[in-house]
């Protein structure tokens, strides 16, 4: 049907945002903390860094691993629901997306000492959750689309669907496409994300000083992240008739009828870093806690691919034969983690609060990419980003002469978009409840609630944008055996 080659389709999606993988959302993907961590933690808001006396310590503050005194194991089952009502020109759709997996388990082995405390310890983390869901549909009566955005973007997936057309100067030199379709559409699409990120965790903790402790964690990280996304651009209003040609060559591209654009980006996800801590019992009451999360280097592997049709009422549908695949690795920097926390305890009753500092801006793009093309990359991301102070509260209590611990919290994350507003602020508040068994078995069960305000936009800036309400339930189930 066409003539113009399609040798430059892959250089252009390289580079073309809309919908290719490599920007700044991908680095916020990779830097932007979890709240997944044990029962016992996420019960108490994940204000842990001044306890952290459990394989959790690994998570938060691995100092906490000298406070352990018997050797011990610990498991955990995680399940959480998304859930997104997306408002769309007007039109409401709700969306879910619920996951199950094992989040944690390992062992700590207090050695023998003559003085103080020494503890070694090693297990497996699942640290991180890329669970998400968007579905959306709605009529754009504006003069824009996916199908201009490719076109105007000299975008070859138009131009081999029958969506565009090449233009020429008068010695036959092509200049660029151009497209009859002008907005009028109703658009549709779904959007699922999964994946998880994992560590397995080596640890180790002393009691360098009567009452004041330090611990070393080495995370070895490995994942995995899918995001498919499925888009549909219609003519419901027979806005383009039979009488019109999309391309005045091809008679078979009249009457058009439906745009159909899937998407799929596919990580392997391979890196490492180190958390340093330090935990200070000021009294039998008070511990203080102090921790640096240096900076994960995460090589990423990229398989990123292209399907598209379109319909004309012709009885004519047009494919992208092959699909179009694309691969590329690059190594994503995260920034450095600052954190403190206080806890007090007495008569049963404990309180503990949590401050971490997060730099956005200090996210990089260090490999995988020409100078020129990391260094806008990186621009971008100083540009869009700020600093955020995330904001951990909680308690716990214990029953008397129950072996119940109710715990109770609240997770405070800040956009780390500089102009967003508290809308896009992250929120939740968590519960939680611990049984002990016996000498050497405790039973735990953590619950958070979180809610906050997203947008999206399906190509350029406020043209097709998804307004989105997102709801996030955890559910985490641990488990304690004491050797």
Same mark, same amino acid.
């Given at each position: 049907?066409?003539?113009?080659?399609?040798?430059?389709?892959?250089?252009?999606?390289?580079?073309?945002?809309?919908?290719?993988?490599?920007?700044?959302?991908?680095?916020?993907?990779?830097?932007?903390?979890?709240?997944?961590?044990?029962?016992?933690?996420?019960?108490?808001?994940?204000?842990?860094?001044?306890?952290?006396?459990? &394989?959790?310590?690994?998570?938060?503050?691995?100092?906490?691993?000298?406070?352990?005194?018997?050797?011990?194991?610990?498991?955990?089952?995680?399940?959480?629901?998304?859930?997104?009502?997306?408002?769309?020109?007007?039109?409401?759709?709700?969306?879910?997306?619920?996951?199950?997996?094992?989040?944690? &388990?390992?062992?700590?082995?207090?050695?023998?000492?003559?003085?103080?405390?020494?503890?070694?310890?090693?297990?497996?983390?699942?640290?991180?959750?890329?669970?998400?869901?968007?579905?959306?549909? =709605? &009529?754009?009566?504006?003069?824009?689309?996916?199908?201009?955005?490719?076109?105007?973007?000299? +975008?070859?997936?138009?131009?081999?669907?029958?969506?565009?057309?090449?233009?020429?100067?008068?010695?036959?030199?092509?200049?660029?496409?151009?497209?009859?379709?002008?907005?009028?559409?109703?658009?549709?699409?779904?959007?699922?994300? !999964?994946?998880?990120?994992?560590? @397995?965790?080596?640890?180790?903790?002393?009691?360098?000083?009567?009452?004041?402790?330090?611990?070393?964690?080495?995370?070895?990280?490995?994942?995995?992240?899918?995001?498919?996304?499925?888009? @549909?651009?219609?003519?419901?209003?027979?806005?383009?008739?039979?009488?019109?040609?999309?391309?005045?060559?091809?008679?078979?591209?009249?009457?058009?009828?439906?745009?159909?654009?899937?998407?799929?980006?596919? @990580?392997?996800?391979?890196? @490492?870093?180190?958390?340093?801590?330090?935990?200070?019992?000021? +009294?039998?009451?008070?511990?203080?806690?102090?921790?640096?999360?240096?900076?994960?280097?995460?090589?990423?592997? !990229?398989?990123?691919?292209?399907?598209?049709?379109?319909?004309? =009422?012709?009885?004519?549908?047009?494919?992208?034969?092959?699909?179009?695949?694309?691969?590329?690795?690059?190594?994503? #920097?995260?920034? #450095?983690?600052?954190?403190?926390?206080?806890?007090?305890?007495?008569?049963?009753?404990?309180?503990?609060?949590?401050?971490?500092?997060?730099?956005?801006?200090?996210?990089?793009?260090?490999?995988?990419?020409?100078?020129?093309?990391?260094?806008?990359?990186?621009?971008?991301?100083?540009?869009?980003?700020?600093?955020?102070?995330?904001?951990?509260?909680?308690?716990?209590?214990?029953?008397?002469?129950?072996?119940?611990?109710?715990?109770?919290?609240?997770?405070?994350?800040?956009?780390? &978009?500089?102009?967003?507003?508290?809308?896009?602020?992250?929120?939740?508040?968590?519960?939680?409840?611990?049984?002990?068994?016996?000498?050497?078995?405790?039973?735990?069960?953590?619950?958070?609630?979180?809610?906050?305000?997203?947008? =999206?936009?399906?190509?350029?800036?406020?043209?097709?944008?998804?307004?989105?309400?997102?709801?996030?339930?955890?559910?985490?189930?641990?488990?304690?055996?004491?050797?």
């Amino acid at each position: 049907m066409k003539t113009k080659s399609i040798l430059l389709i892959a250089i252009v999606l390289i580079g073309f945002n809309t919908i290719s993988a490599q920007n700044f959302n991908d680095a916020l993907r990779l830097s932007d903390p979890e709240i997944l961590t044990s029962a016992r933690a996420l019960g108490m808001g994940n204000a842990y860094l001044s306890l952290s006396n459990d &394989f959790s310590a690994s998570l938060f503050n691995p100092a906490g691993f000298a406070l352990i005194k018997k050797m011990e194991f610990s498991g955990g089952l995680n399940y959480n629901s998304f859930k997104n009502d997306a408002q769309f020109f007007n039109r409401s759709t709700n969306y879910s997306s619920t996951s199950s997996n094992f989040n944690q &388990f390992g062992f700590a082995f207090p050695l023998p000492t003559s003085r103080g405390s020494l503890v070694l310890a090693f297990g497996y983390n699942k640290f991180k959750d890329f669970n998400r869901a968007l579905k959306f549909s =709605g &009529f754009n009566s504006n003069n824009n689309s996916l199908i201009q955005s490719l076109t105007n973007d000299n +975008d070859d997936v138009a131009y081999e669907l029958g969506l565009s057309y090449p233009v020429y100067d008068s010695n036959n030199k092509y200049l660029y496409d151009e497209t009859k379709i002008n907005g009028k559409l109703n658009q549709s699409g779904n959007i699922v994300q !999964e994946g998880n990120l994992n560590s @397995w965790q080596f640890s180790g903790a002393i009691e360098f000083q009567e009452n004041l402790f330090i611990g070393l964690t080495i995370n070895i990280i490995n994942g995995d992240f899918k995001r498919n996304r499925e888009y @549909w651009e219609e003519d419901l209003n027979n806005n383009y008739p039979l009488q019109l040609l999309l391309d005045n060559n091809d008679p078979f591209t009249a009457d058009f009828q439906s745009f159909y654009f899937n998407d799929i980006i596919r @990580w392997d996800v391979s890196g @490492w870093n180190g958390t340093l801590g330090i935990l200070a019992k000021v +009294d039998e009451n008070i511990n203080f806690g102090a921790t640096i999360k240096f900076p994960k280097s995460l090589e990423v592997n !990229e398989i990123y691919t292209v399907d598209a049709d379109a319909k004309f =009422g012709t009885g004519k549908r047009y494919f992208l034969d092959p699909p179009i695949e694309n691969r590329v690795e690059y190594t994503v #920097i995260t920034p #450095i983690e600052l954190g403190i926390g206080a806890s007090y305890s007495l008569s049963g009753m404990t309180v503990a609060f949590d401050a971490n500092f997060i730099d956005y801006t200090q996210m990089e793009f260090s490999e995988g990419f020409d100078t020129r093309t990391r260094e806008n990359k990186n621009k971008d991301i100083k540009d869009l980003f700020k600093k955020a102070l995330n904001l951990n509260a909680g308690f716990e209590y214990m029953l008397p002469f129950t072996g119940i611990t109710v715990r109770g919290g609240f997770i405070f994350m800040p956009s780390p &978009f500089k102009d967003d507003n508290s809308d896009f602020d992250k929120k939740f508040i968590t519960a939680g409840i611990g049984f002990k068994a016996g000498q050497r078995f405790v039973f735990d069960v953590g619950y958070s609630h979180g809610w906050w305000k997203d947008v =999206g936009d399906n190509y350029g800036s406020n043209l097709s944008r998804t307004f989105q309400s997102i709801t996030k339930d955890n559910l985490i189930f641990g488990i304690k055996y004491l050797f």
